[in-house]
């Protein structure tokens, strides 16, 4: 199995464009969570600090939650599968 390296915080958050599998509704948070963590760096150390997928995923949406953002773990872990995606697409390609 492929291992990747240290993940980015950017991981399981979405890019700009709101990827497949992302309630539209709640789309305006993820990208305002997005750019919270980006701009906290205590926020980027919590969430750095979780090193298993699951307690990740849970932490992010645990985080957003605390800062009055709502989405659905699934949500996340759609988001963090496609960047994942994108992650080891680009490193086959390099």
């Known amino acids: 199995m492929l ?3 240290k993940r980015l915080i950017g ?3 979405p890019p700009v464009d709101i990827p ?11 990208l305002r969570f997005r750019e919270l963590v980006f701009k906290d760096a205590e926020l ?3 969430l750095l600090a979780v090193n298993d997928r699951d307690r990740f995923l849970d ?3 645990a985080a957003g939650a605390a800062r009055g953002f709502e989405f659905e773990r699934g ?3 759609s988001v963090y ?3 994942r995606r994108e992650w080891v697409e ?3 390609v390099a």
């Open 3 to 5: 291992k990747a390296p």
């Open 44 to 46: 980027q150390a919590e």
């Open 59 to 61: 932490a992010v949406v």
């Open 81 to 83: 599968n496609q960047r």
């Open 90 to 92: 680009r490193s086959i």
């Open 20 to 30: 497949a599998g992302i309630n539209p509704a709640r789309a305006a948070n993820f």
């Open 11 to 13: 991981d399981c958050l």
């Open 75 to 77: 949500e996340v872990e």
